[in-house]
């Protein structure tokens, strides 16, 4: 439903780096192997970037749906207030927001129902959809710290901070 209505956007502010990404396959290496394999596809099929835009959305979209209908019971309202949400952020930011919705679920099979190689496969599927997503690992590891509510976000804060910083400075210095 909601690729339907969405379907009309052919232009978003990514769509030049995407189109290029797309008919480069040397420069798509160092980039994230979910993007390379469905990209790899898109040029081999001679497809374009809106068939990226629509791939990318109807994954994420039907990954976010999973997560709302786990965790709410009416479905459908939560559906309407996302809408506006995917126009606005989900149209740019393809491969983040596949990989964030992934880690969601995970998170939720990992805590809710136990189920941990169910969480490890979302959550793998989601750091290799976006490298940054690597960032949301320390979580696992705020829900077992002991203490306060700002003892915890501190130590989060701290641990996202120090990542962030290393991914940026050490590893993807640009």
Known sequence: MLNVVFLPITYTPDKIIYTYLLNDQEIRIGL?????????????NRLDYEFLHITFSAIYNFIFLLFIHKLSKNIF????????????????QLRYFLGYYAILLGFYYLYVQQKKS???????????????LVLFIPLYFLYHIKGNFFKKIFSITLI????YTFLTSVLFPF
């Open 160 to 163: 996202i901070f120090v990542g």
């Open 32 to 44: 994230e192997p979910t993007f390379q394999i469905i990209s790899a596809y898109i040029y081999k």
């Open 77 to 92: 309202v939560t559906t309407l207030l996302f809408i506006p949400l995917v126009f606005i952020f989900h149209s740019t």
């Open 118 to 132: 169910l969480a490890i496969t979302f959550m793998l599927f989601g750091i290799l959809s976006h490298y940054s």
